[in-house]
C-alpha cells in the first residue's frame, strides 16, 4: 500500500484520489481552501467541482500541508497551474530526497515560460519529478469511466512507479520519457480548445472544428518539437488525444469558456460563468511569446490571444485565418518538376 498526498481538491485532484484509493493507496488530500476541506470531511463529496462522486470514509482531509507531506512516497501536485510555484515553495521545508511529485496540472508559466515540473525541480531540488496527463475529464474517471494517460518521467523507474500506484482495469496508464513534449502538449492544447470553443458558440460546424483539431496540432507540433519535444508525443495520448477530448467534449472547461466568448461574452464573464479553471487564458500569452522565440508560425494561437487580450470578436479571428495567405498543407512535401 503506497501513502500518497494529493495537493489540490479541486474536480481534478478528488478524482485522482478516488483512483489512488480504489487501487489500496492510503490517500491523504490537502487544499489551502478550508471551506472546501471542511465540506468534503463533512460531505466526502466535492459538491462544487465534482458532484456525484463520493469519496470513502477513511480518506483525509487536511489543510496542513506538513502533515500531509510528510512520510508520503508520492506527492500529486494537482492545483492549477498559476498556484504551482506558490505551492510547491510551500512544501519544499517538508519534502525528503526520494519523494516523487507528481505534476497533473497543464500550463506554461507566462513570466518564465517555464513547465510546471521545471518549475517544481526549481522549487523542490529534493524530489524526484513526474507528470501525468492524457485525454482524461474528472467527470468521466471520478465515475470509473475508460480512460488511458501517459505517466512521464525523466527515469523509467520513476514513470513506472507512477504507472502502478494509478493503473487499474478503467485507468490505463502508459509511460514516456518525453516530459517536454507531453507537458508542451498538455498546455498548448487547451489555447485551441478556446478556439474550437469559439467556433461553436459562432454556430459554426464540424468541418470548422476538424479544421481547427487539424492546423492546431500542426502548431503545437512545430513548437513543441523546435524546443526539442519529440514528434511521437504530440501524435499520442498527451498530444492529439487530449486536443480531441478538450475540443470536443462537454465537460471541457476551455472549450466551455471559447464558447461563451464565441456567443459574445467577455473573457472575465466566461471564466466566471465556467467557475473551474480555464488554463488555456494563462497559456495563451506564454504559447505566443515560446512562438516568437522559437520563430514557430502560430497562427489560430496568435488569433485567440487577439481575441482575449484584444478585444478581437472571434468572427473576425476566424475571417482572418479563412483569409491568410493562400499555401500549401505540408510545405516541406515536395513536388513534381
Ligand atoms: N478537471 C479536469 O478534468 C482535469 C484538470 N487537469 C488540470 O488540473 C489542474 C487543476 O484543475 P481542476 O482540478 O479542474 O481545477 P479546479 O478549478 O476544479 O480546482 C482548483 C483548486 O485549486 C485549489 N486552489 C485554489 N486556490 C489556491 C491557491 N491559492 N493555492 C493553491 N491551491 C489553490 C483548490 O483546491 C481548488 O479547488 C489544471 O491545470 C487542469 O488543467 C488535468 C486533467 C483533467
Ligand atoms: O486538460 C483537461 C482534460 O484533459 C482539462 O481541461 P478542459 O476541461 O478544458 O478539457
Redesign the pocket.
Known amino acids: 500500500m503506497a501513502k500518497v498526498a494529493v495537493i489540490?481538491?479541486?474536480?481534478?485532484?478528488t478524482?485522482l484520489a478516488k483512483v489512488l484509493h480504489t487501487n489500496g493507496s492510503q490517500v491523504t488530500v490537502w487544499?489551502?481552501?478550508e471551506a472546501?476541506i471542511a465540506m468534503l470531511r463533512e460531505r466526502h463529496e466535492h459538491v462544487d467541482?465534482l458532484p456525484g462522486v463520493k469519496l470513502p470514509e477513511d480518506m483525509e482531509f487536511t489543510t496542513d500541508l506538513k502533515a500531509a507531506v510528510e512520510d508520503k512516497e508520492y506527492l500529486i501536485l494537482?492545483?492549477?497551474?498559476v498556484?504551482t510555484r506558490?505551492?510547491a515553495k510551500s512544501m519544499a521545508p517538508f519534502v525528503k530526497a526520494g519523494q516523487i511529485i507528481v505534476c497533473?496540472?497543464?500550463?506554461i508559466e507566462e513570466n518564465t515560460l517555464m513547465t510546471l515540473s521545471d518549475i517544481v525541480e526549481e522549487e523542490v531540488p529534493a524530489a524526484e519529478v513526474a507528470v501525468m496527463?492524457g485525454p482524461?475529464?474528472?467527470?468521466e474517471v471520478g465515475v470509473g469511466l475508460p480512460t488511458t494517460v501517459v505517466a512521464g518521467a525523466k527515469k523509467r523507474k520513476v514513470a513506472e512507479g507512477v504507472q502502478d500506484i494509478f493503473m487499474n482495469e478503467v485507468f490505463r496508464v502508459y509511460t514516456s520519457p518525453d516530459v517536454l513534449g507531453m507537458e508542451l502538449g498538455g498546455s498548448l492544447k487547451?489555447v485551441i480548445a478556446l478556439a474550437a470553443g469559439m467556433a461553436d458558440g459562432l454556430g459554426y460546424g464540424d468541418n470548422t472544428k476538424a479544421a481547427l483539431i487539424t492546423r492546431g496540432i500542426m502548431e503545437m507540433s512545430r513548437l513543441a518539437i523546435k524546443m526539442g519535444a519529440k514528434a511521437e508525443t504530440l501524435s499520442g495520448l498527451t498530444g492529439i488525444g487530449d486536443l480531441i477530448v478538450t475540443c470536443e467534449s462537454r465537460?471541457s472547461?476551455n472549450r466551455k469558456a471559447g464558447m461563451l466568448i464565441g456567443q459574445g461574452y467577455t473573457m472575465k464573464q466566461a471564466m466566471d460563468e465556467v467557475k473551474?479553471?480555464v488554463?488555456g487564458v494563462y497559456s495563451a500569452k506564454a504559447a505566443i511569446a515560446l512562438a516568437k522565440k522559437y520563430g514557430v508560425d502560430m497562427p489560430i494561437i496568435e488569433e485567440v490571444n487577439c481575441v482575449l487580450f484584444e478585444d478581437k470578436p472571434a468572427k473576425e479571428a476566424v475571417r482572418e485565418l479563412m483569409m491568410r495567405d493562400r499555401r500549401a498543407e505540408h510545405s516541406a512535401l515536395e513536388w513534381e518538376a
Do not use: L, Q, Y
Open positions: 489540490g481538491a479541486g474536480s481534478w485532484g478524482a487544499s489551502i481552501v472546501e467541482k494537482a492545483v492549477p497551474s498556484f506558490s505551492t497533473v496540472a497543464k500550463g496527463c482524461s475529464h474528472a467527470e487547451n465537460h472547461r473551474m479553471v488554463e
